[in-house]
């Protein structure tokens, strides 16, 4: 004769039958609903159909049949309270010790293409959430299984113990509240971009689920840990596959994000050596392999270590000068077949094959003790029109360095300078505290070719000190936001050194 009571309510079938068949065998009665209950009849297993539990039908199509006091009595009553098992006996409520339930598919609904509202509305799961919010608050009397995945263990813990114990009991009841609130934080989400509002959400609530531990974070004294955005289609470097190498780490996976997004700004062939989330040489050309060759010129210092993001396949010939340096990671569309061999002889070199193209976010998110800084995602590159402000314009070749260099400085961390000529970055100055140091730094870098060169900045210049270094070292044309109270200092330095000026009136810091 059974002593216990299951509630089994799931969406997600997988395993349903062995665990029902499983539980029995250790005495529990089983009640279920709509099509957990045919999946187990036509198992062949002794199982109660939730109205004869009830004694009210399912109605308005199944939107209502657990929502009834012999189900939630039978789940909230405290088994140490003997006033609560006294209610349970004088009303006629059998106590619940087990409830497995699973919810409609609400994300993977959404996720489709043409979904309407009442689609999405239809795929709102009521009646289950309710009982597993209720299973979890009363863990200590009830085990709560949500993950398909945790019916072997709960199982097992009841077959050979009896029981679970608490830790148990709250570690399955934590998970459970996390299913509940993943599945809220989705709908509320949706109907945030239904309602089609400028700006960002009162309320914004984030769902995500770890993809895997690391072995530390930035620090090996940091634990580390990789999340998705939960119900997301996978994007950014979650669609990456990885064909060889190691196990990425915490800076592997940040790097390998930021060379992705300089990457992205390119459609011809393009290639991005960066080192600490910064690039430290870019580069297009007439093929891949010139554009690495180019990228790698423009700082073969700094790269070693870093990594190398390419928007082409790799072939025989890149893969062999990519194999004569130490890299951590190597990213690409796709790798020939004569690459793969070439650069897998290097056990701990990860390869990951991804495509820039449509490499964007949507918000971007930066912690402080206490909360969070959110901002929609630097997505931008320029207005529509550049402004020229000196009496020399920039030639056509110019221009077109100009906004090679544009698309590199944005992704340099501030205060930031790009000094580029020829589709290639001879010098690049990052996250000094004044302009002027990442400007003699960029200069100097950039040796004998800085002659004839054009430069970028993030930020417009507060003195004319950044444009009377460009002067000294002969830049030919700068770009650069404008906006300082003191632009005509700047504008002024120019026209006297014979520099193209031109305003883009849209910066781009990155702190």
């Not at 393009?270 to 690039?279: D, I, M, S, Y």
């Not at 002969?474 to 006297?496: F, K, L, N, V, W």
Request: proline fraction near 4%.
């Amino acid at each position: 004769m059974a002593t216990k009571r299951a509630i089994i309510s799931v969406y997600d079938k997988t395993g349903v039958e062995e665990f029902a068949r499983r539980l029995v065998a250790l005495g529990y009665e089983l009640v279920s609903t709509g099509g957990t209950y045919k999946v187990l009849k036509a198992a062949g297993l002794d199982v109660t159909y939730i109205s004869e539990v009830t004694g009210f039908p399912e109605i308005l199509g199944g939107r209502v049949k657990t929502l009834h006091p012999k189900v939630h009595g039978g789940i909230l009553a405290n088994r140490a309270l003997p006033d609560h098992l006294a209610e349970l006996a004088e009303n006629g409520i059998t106590p619940v010790d087990l409830v497995a339930v699973n919810l409609y598919p609400f994300q993977a609904t959404i996720a489709k293409e043409g979904v309407t509202m009442e689609d999405a509305l239809e795929n709102i799961d009521i009646g289950g959430p309710t009982m597993i919010r209720a299973a979890a608050k009363n863990f200590p009397s009830v085990i709560v299984v949500t993950n398909p995945a945790r019916y072997d263990e709960v199982c097992h813990q009841l077959e050979t113990s009896g029981d679970l114990d608490y830790s148990a009991r709250l570690e399955l009841a934590q998970e459970a509240f996390a299913h509940t609130a993943q599945y809220d934080a989705a709908i509320q989400n949706y109907l945030w971009k239904q309602i089609g509002h400028e700006g960002l959400p009162q309320v914004l609530t984030l769902s995500l689920q770890k993809v895997q531990d690391l072995r530390y974070g930035e620090n090996p004294h940091q634990k580390g840990a990789f999340y998705k955005e939960t119900g997301s289609v996978p994007s950014g470097i979650l669609k990456a596959r990885q064909l060889h190498g190691k196990q990425l780490s915490f800076n592997n996976i940040n790097d390998a994000n930021a060379a992705m997004e300089v990457l992205a700004e390119f459609t011809e062939p393009a290639a991005v050596c960066l080192k600490h989330t910064n690039p430290c040489g870019v580069a297009v050309g007439e093929n891949i392999y010139e554009a690495y060759i180019r990228a790698y010129e423009g700082d073969p210092v700094s790269i070693f270590g870093g990594i190398v993001a390419l928007n082409r396949e790799v072939d025989k010939a890149t893969a062999e000068k990519l194999h004569e340096i130490f890299l951590e990671i190597i990213l690409a569309p796709r790798f020939s077949p004569e690459a793969l061999e070439i650069l897998t002889t290097k056990k701990n070199l990860r390869l990951l094959e991804i495509d820039a193209q449509g490499y964007q976010a949507d918000l971007d998110f930066k912690k402080v003790v206490g909360g969070l800084l959110v901002q929609e995602a630097d997505n931008a590159l320029l207005p529509e029109e550049l402004r020229t402000v000196t009496k020399v314009a920039p030639t056509q070749k110019q221009l077109e360095d100009l906004l090679f260099a544009w698309k590199v400085v944005k992704h340099v961390k501030s205060n930031a300078i790009v000094v580029a000529k020829n589709g290639r970055t001879l010098g690049i100055g990052a996250g000094q505290m004044n302009r002027i140091d990442p400007t003699r730094y960029a200069l100097q870098m950039a040796g004998s070719e800085v002659k004839g060169a054009v430069l970028a900045s993030d930020a417009f210049f507060p003195m004319p000190d950044v444009v009377q270094a460009c002067a000294e070292k002969g830049i030919a044309a700068i770009i650069q936001p404008g906006g300082s109270i003191r632009d005509e200092d700047s504008i002024r330095e120019a026209d006297r050194a014979g520099i193209a000026m031109v305003f883009t009136g849209m910066r781009h810091f990155k702190h």
